[in-house]
């Protein structure tokens, strides 16, 4: 997947299960769910073929943006199984004999971003497939205190206790336009207004020197209206940003949102 809000439910330790096999009891939540599971190990083996199988035409469009079966078949869409989901919690959800719902809570990559994703799956000459993809609100991580960054057209409103870096952070979209939370720290002896102008002017010539200045810790793409997902790494003290580049009205030659002052600060003491 490009991002993570695409880079859906993975999981090694299930790599060695049989992809596909279905079950032909009707509603067997144990059929969907190891449908889930299979794309996990499919996602984790980086066999985009063995993934396809699982789903329907609309549920890889939905899964990786827009892709068609014989791109991902194909392995053209490139960002395939780059982002290694865990999943944390799956829970099967029957709405009948041959449609239903499994929700997945998971985290992604190095494990620092969770969130929680709906997917609707339909059972198909006795086999269960995966028919979409949607977001669903992730729970906070348990124990921590709960700070929250919010995106909106176009800015950041930063609320909760970060000072001691253990809070559990909940990234949400309430803008009326997509929204990335790219999650940076600015390395200690660097200014936050120069780290700020050096990202603020950069283009894709000059992304290198950019880069410089910050160090990348989570990133999130989030559609309109309000979804939600949680970052679980402590952080140390230091300065941090949160910037969004997608561009203004959602086109691919609209500014970035960032060009709109859609970039903020702020520090774990």
Known sequence: ??????AVVGLAA??????????DRDGDPAAMEKTMRGLAA???????????????????????????????????YEAFGEDPPTIQKLT???????????????????GYVMQTVDVPMVKQDGVWLIDGFGFG???????????????????????GDLTSGQ?????TNKGTEAHEMLLVQVPDGIDVNDAKDAILTM????????????????????????QTVNFAKPLPKGHYAVVCFLPVGGGEDGPPHLMEGMITDFTVG
């Open 167 to 171: 809070a559990s952070i909940e990234f």
């Open 203 to 226: 283009n894709p010539e000059q992304m290198d020197e950019g880069y410089q200045f910050v160090d990348f810790l989570a990133y999130a793409e989030l559609d309109a209206p309000t």
């Open 137 to 159: 609100t992730a729970a906070p991580i348990a124990g921590r205190p709960v700070a929250s960054i919010d995106a909106v057209d176009y800015g950041y409103v930063v609320q």
């Open 42 to 76: 499919a996602e984790n083996a980086g066999d985009p073929s063995a993934a396809a199988a699982l789903m329907t035409d609309a549920g890889i469009a939905g899964f990786y943006e827009g892709a068609s079966r014989a791109d991902l078949e194909a392995g053209n």
């Open 92 to 110: 099967v959800d029957k709405e009948d004999a041959d449609s239903g719902v499994v929700t997945v809570e998971v985290t992604l990559g190095d």
């Open 1 to 6: 997947m490009g991002t993570t809000s695409r």
């Open 14 to 23: 299930f790599a060695g299960l049989l992809i596909g096999c279905g079950d």
